[in-house]
């Protein structure tokens, strides 16, 4: 539909402006932003997110990135694909704003998730469990 490609472009516009280190960059983003936040399209809106925290990431707005991903951690569909990758990110960027109780909760529903990993996941888990032994203090 017309609104998901005008959506798409944005971000696209925004991506290229922090690619190209145009000032406009993050004003793009956050024009972009909010029409994610009150989309009703959910599939589009979960992948754009993730590009979207991405993004902001990038920018250097770690604690927008970290609201994009919690925002959307809540109304995941139930892929495990996404909600995996959703809990990942909030658990990673989480850790760096300094929200360590959100980083495990999000590892202890991302380690619960993955508990019947595919071998190529595996070390992945692994990781994720020894971050949430390291933050548990154990």
């Not at 009703?40 to 993004?55: E, S």
């Amino acid at each position: 539909n017309d609104d998901d490609r005008v959506m798409c472009a944005d971000l696209l516009d925004a991506w290229l402006a922090w690619r190209e280190r145009r000032p406009e960059a993050r004003s793009l983003l956050d024009r972009t932003d909010s029409v994610y936040i009150t989309s009703d399209v959910l599939d589009d809106w979960v992948v754009t997110n993730l590009v979207t925290a991405r993004l902001r990431e990038a920018i250097g707005d770690l604690p927008g990135a970290a609201r994009v991903i919690a925002r959307v951690s809540t109304a995941v569909p139930t892929s495990p694909t996404y909600r995996a990758t959703y809990l990942r990110e909030q658990a990673r960027l989480g850790l760096q704003v300094g929200d360590t109780a959100g980083a495990i909760r999000a590892l202890r529903r991302y380690v619960a998730l993955r508990q019947q990993a595919e071998p190529a996941l595996r070390p992945e888990v692994d990781r994720a469990r020894a971050e949430l032994a390291r933050l548990l203090g154990r």
